[in-house]
Structures are given as structure tokens and as C-alpha cells.
């Protein structure tokens, strides 16, 4: 199964309002990145929250941290119809030295215009 | 530096056939990693390398699977004999080692996927 779970797994707003999309993982963590995919493109990297931090800011972006819960937010604020794309959280563990991320399942973003 | 650069972009084979995926990582970057994305899977990490040596192969579906990495500016994926349910997304991506990287950790910066189709 996957280590980080997205949720939920498609969100409909319209321009200008906020989008929250919520990862929940399962092991302890090093820390935890936000990546951004467009359709048909690549994954692009957005922001990075170390296990020892709570929330961090980016633009328009915020994202929390909470390890007692093992979950993470992503807010994306005063959205605009680019910000249309899906969200991944991504999650490296941190009892192995493996360097490799795992992702979640994704957060379908729809901006109406 | 142009990022990380895939080809094909694009390929459709028939089942039976040998496929191979190609990677140019970002010039300097320490690791590589390939992954998979289908719709019924998500993305799903194959192999990935340090330094041009395979560290875990553990994502490797099965043996017609193989990559190598022959030097730091190259990588394959070779799928041989493909089959219909190979049929996905493959991408490459590239990161700094943590120790070298300003943010101290692997921030992946992808390429732009070769989406293969098996008959």
C-alpha cells in the first residue's frame, strides 16, 4: 500500500477560493515534500517539511506538519485556474538510508474560472 | 541545463517486443531514480542509483526488467519482452546527494515521462 495517502482524491473550487488537500503516511519521517504534476508533464517540486518543523510557508502555499498524527496539508491560497493540476505528497522514511520517495495516490485540483 | 531529459516520449509496441527507455540526468546530480505511474498504481519507485551503482532494485517488477546507468550523464530501462500490463508512464529523476543539496535532503526534479503502450 502506499506510505502517503491523499485526500481527498479530487477537489472542484472556484478562482480565488483556497484549496486544502490532506496526506496522511504510516512510518516515522525525515521529512515530507509537496510535488505538483500537470497534465500529461512531470512532476515538479513545490515545497519541503523537515520532520522537526510544523509549518512552512511558500507564496501561496502552507503546509503543516503533525507527526503525532502522521499527516501533512497542503493550502494553496486564492487559487487560479494554473494552479489546475494533481498534488502529491511524498514521504522519505527515516529508520533506513534509503534515499528514494515514496508518493501518495494524488489530489485532483480543478480551478474554475 | 535543459533538466532532466527522457526519450522516447512516446512509444507503442507490440507484446513480445524489447523496449528501451532512455535518461540524461541533470548534469552533477548524485542519484537517479525511475519510476512508474499507471492509474491503478500511482507512481511507483523501480530502481534507483548512487553515484552510477544501483542501490535498490527492490521496485523491479520482474526479470524482463533490467537498467543500468553506464556513467554519471546516462541511463536505460530495458523491458524485454514487454507485455500489455507494462503499459504506463515512465519517469526519470535526478537529485543531489542531501549532503550536497542547499535544503539538505532529496528534492527530485523529474523529467517529462515516456508513456509506453504495449499491445
Known amino acids: 500500500s502506499q506510505q502517503g495517502e491523499e485526500d481527498p482524491q479530487a477537489l472542484s473550487i472556484q478562482e480565488g477560493e483556497n484549496a486544502t488537500m490532506n496526506c496522511s503516511y504510516k512510518?516515522?519521517?525525515?521529512?515530507l515534500q509537496w510535488y505538483r504534476q500537470n497534465s500529461g508533464r512531470g512532476l515538479v517540486h513545490l515545497i519541503l517539511i523537515r520532520s522537526n518543523e510544523r509549518e512552512k510557508h511558500s507564496g501561496r502555499l502552507r503546509v503543516t506538519l503533525d507527526t503525532s498524527k502522521k499527516s501533512s496539508s497542503l493550502l494553496i491560497t486564492a487559487s487560479r485556474a494554473a494552479d489546475t493540476a494533481s498534488y502529491f505528497c511524498?514521504?522519505?522514511?527515516?529508520?533506513?538510508?534509503?534515499?528514494?520517495?515514496?508518493f501518495g495516490s494524488g489530489t485532483r485540483l480543478q480551478v474554475q474560472p | 541545463d535543459a533538466g532532466v531529459i527522457q526519450s522516447p516520449r512516446h512509444e507503442v509496441t507490440e507484446m513480445g517486443q524489447e523496449v528501451t527507455l532512455r535518461c540524461k540526468p541533470i548534469?552533477?546530480?548524485?542519484?537517479l531514480f525511475w519510476y512508474r505511474q499507471t492509474m491503478m498504481r500511482g507512481l511507483e519507485l523501480l530502481i534507483y542509483f548512487n553515484n552510477n551503482v544501483p542501490i535498490d532494485d527492490s521496485g523491479m517488477p520482474e526479470d524482463r526488467f533490467s537498467a543500468k546507468m553506464p556513467n554519471a550523464s546516462f541511463s536505460t530501462l530495458k523491458i524485454q519482452p514487454s507485455e500489455p500490463r507494462d503499459s504506463a508512464v515512465y519517469f526519470c529523476?535526478?537529485?543531489?546527494?542531501?549532503?550536497?543539496?542547499?535544503?539538505?535532503?532529496?528534492?527530485?526534479?523529474f523529467g517529462a515521462g515516456s508513456r509506453l503502450t504495449v499491445l
Open positions: 512510518t516515522s519521517i525525515n521529512n
Open positions: 529523476a535526478s537529485s543531489l546527494s542531501p549532503d550536497r543539496a542547499s535544503s539538505g535532503a532529496n528534492v527530485l526534479t
Open positions: 548534469s552533477g546530480h548524485d542519484y
Open positions: 511524498a514521504t522519505r522514511t527515516w529508520d533506513t538510508g534509503r534515499r528514494a520517495l515514496t
